[in-house]
């Protein structure tokens, strides 16, 4: 399976890179007390930390809202995902626990401040590519609704968008079925490519510890902007 960047997509933001943590033989289960406890204590400081910050204090939303808008889109109406994450926390709406894959998922993004999407590989099909969506881009969301993705990074194989750093798709999600999956990590332009596979890797190391199984790292950039994933 190929994945890459759309080349158009460089000339909007010539920084722009995708990590990529590849997940295989791993066990999705109900969440260990260990990470629902972390999560939990995590979303307090956050809760606390918001009411002293803006939100574009922190430097993922300030970069992604930045390339938001770049690429056509608002991010005062269509948010990242993070944004939108920390937005529920600032409320004291916690994040409620869903699974093993998905709530360390959710961890990872409000850590590192950037959006991070898991997919099942078994419900996706042929090469994946990432593009900017259109008028007609849309994939019916993981809350239940159709999501168009118009001047937003849409993730794309050969049956249609599945993903994307504002909601993910219903087809894709990650169940306690899943034993493959991709974990996309929409990076700060600004982070270093030596940065980046630092975090991936700490990524990669917890996820193996709660899931096992095993995984491999790549990143997707102006210089390298497709790869094979086997």
């Known amino acids: 399976m190929k994945i890459s960047i759309e080349p158009s997509i460089f000339k909007i933001d010539e920084r722009f890179k995708i990590g990529i943590n590849h997940y295989t033989k791993f066990v999705v289960s109900q969440s ?25 204090d922190y430097q993922g939303i300030f970069e992604w809202r930045a390339l938001w808008k770049k690429f056509g889109s608002d991010p005062g109406r269509y948010r ?3 944004e939108a994450m920390m937005r529920r926390i600032r409320n004291q709406n916690y994040l409620q626990p869903v699974n093993s894959a998905v709530d360390l998922n959710n961890f ?27 008028p007609e881009t849309m994939h019916k969301g ?19 968008s599945f993903g994307s750093p504002f909601v993910d798709s219903l087809r894709t999600s990650v169940s306690e079925n899943t034993d493959n999956a991709l974990q996309i990590f929409f990076l700060k332009p ?6 980046a596979e630092k975090l991936m890797n700490s990524a990669g190391k917890m996820f ?15 210089e390298y902007s497709q790869a094979l994933i086997n």
Do not use: W
């Open 32 to 56: 260990p007390q260990m990470l629902k406890g972390r999560m939990h204590l995590y979303q307090e400081h956050l809760f606390f930390d918001l009411q002293d910050k803006r939100l574009t």
């Open 80 to 82: 990242p995902s993070m």
């Open 108 to 134: 990872f993004s409000l850590q590192y401040e950037i959006p991070i999407g898991i997919y099942d590989l078994s419900h996706g099909v042929g090469d994946i590519k990432f593009v900017c969506g259109g």
């Open 142 to 160: 993981i809350n239940g609704q159709e999501i168009y993705l118009n001047g937003i990074l849409s993730i794309e194989d050969e049956i249609g």
């Open 190 to 195: 600004s982070i270093s490519n030596l940065d």
């Open 208 to 222: 193996a510890q709660v899931n096992g199984g095993s995984y491999s790292t790549v990143i997707l950039d102006i």
